[in-house]
């Protein structure tokens, strides 16, 4: 192998690592470079086994471009941190944090067993636990939840899109809801012309994420048989 070759084999490796989500960092350059592997869990894939209490992701896709809200639920700390992102907001321009009008609003709730119970509940009661819809498109110009949960051990992940009759009996959306900090509204699912998302027909370029076996396809879990 040549040098030149063997050079941009390496920035391959490098790219790839560096778009797989490992827990950290919430700045905004690295979420949108991870997005996929933290929708798809998997920092929470690596570590489910040996957890020793459930992990939840919930990632509640508003029109990418409008609203993003993503709830991490750890049992071991009795917390929720939530995430709602959205269009940059030059209102937040700081030049000691170039990257504010991109951050959104991130908070942390310090929850019970009663919460934790509430939410493990509505999981169930929402079939996040049975087979995904293999196959499944979801498209960022629409209205979307995904979950990835460590449960007892064992990794799951689902999703619901709207219009749907998955959507009509998920349940753990309510739950999330009622014990949000963020003050922020909540894109609610509605129909939208490519005008009302991109401004016009032509801009229109919605990327997808497409269900596997028990992930997105091209990651883990996500291998189709």
């Known amino acids: 192998m040549s040098m ?119 999981l169930g009661a929402s079939a996040a636990l049975q087979p995904t819809k293999t196959g499944l498109r979801l498209y960022s110009d629409k209205f979307y939840w995904t979950v990835a949960a460590c449960v007892e051990g064992k990794m799951h992940f689902n999703a619901y899109a709207w219009p749907s009759t998955e959507w009509e009996t998920m349940q753990f959306d309510d739950v999330l809801l009622a014990l949000d900090v963020t003050s922020v509204p909540v894109e609610e699912p509605r129909v939208l012309t490519d005008i009302d998302i991109w401004g016009s027909s032509q801009e229109a370029d919605p990327f997808l994420i497409e269900l596997g076996d028990n992930g997105l396809v091209g990651f883990e879990g996500g291998s189709v048989k």
Request: proline share 2%.
């Open 4 to 122: 030149l070759r063997f050079f941009f084999a390496c920035l391959l490796v490098i790219f790839a690592a560096s778009c797989t989500y490992q827990g950290k960092g919430s700045d905004p350059i690295t979420k949108k470079f991870t997005w996929f592997s933290y929708v798809n869990g998997d920092d929470i894939r690596k570590a489910c086994a040996n957890l020793g209490a459930d992990r939840y992701r919930f990632v509640y896709n508003g029109v990418y471009q409008h609203q993003t809200r993503t709830y991490d639920v750890f049992f071991h700390a009795k917390k929720i941190v939530m995430h709602v992102a959205g269009a940059a907001n030059v209102k937040k321009l700081d030049l000691h944090d170039l990257l504010a009008p991109w951050r959104g609003v991130r908070e942390e709730l310090v929850v019970g067993d009663k919460e934790l119970s509430q939410i493990k509940r509505a």
